[in-house]
Nanobody, 124 residues
Framework: QVQLVESGGGLVQTGGSLRLSCAAS????????MGWLRQAPGKEREFVAG????????YYADSVKGRFTISRDNAKNTVYLQMNSLKPEDTAVYYC?????????????????WGQGTQVTVST
């Protein structure tokens, strides 16, 4: 198992940037695929971005493609989400998540472990 703690959320204007970080505990972190998911008020939790165990492959939701970048540093047990050109529709609680299968990371259903979430609010 793995424990995940997100940080870096906050309030930003439209067009601004934020970088989210996720600190993971667990000796097997480097074997897990990692992802970011989000949930806006009144909406279902949705997939945002995923990265395979080695960081050599990524996958993004169409809504964030070209604006967000997921990365990981296995030596630091940390995964990041760089968010640029933020839009009001990006407002949500963002969750870091882990998949015990290092090659499955493109769907909400792949993730068994979740962090507590961090709020991102994009103002107009």
């Amino acid at each position: 198992q793995v424990q995940l703690v997100e940080s870096g959320g906050g309030l930003v204007q439209t067009g601004g940037s934020l970088r989210l970080s996720c600190a993971a505990s667990g000796r097997t972190f480097s074997t897990y695929a990692m992802g970011w998911l989000r949930q806006a008020p009144g909406k279902e939790r949705e997939f945002v971005a995923g990265i395979n165990w080695s960081g050599t492959s990524t996958y993004y939701a169409d809504s964030v493609k070209g604006r967000f970048t997921i990365s990981r540093d296995n030596a630091k047990n940390t995964v990041y989400l760089q968010m640029n050109s933020l839009k009001p529709e990006d407002t949500a609680v963002y969750y870091c998540a882990a998949s015990q299968f290092g090659y499955l990371y493109t769907s909400v259903r792949h993730y068994a472990y979740w962090g507590q979430g961090t709020q991102v609010t994009v103002s107009t």
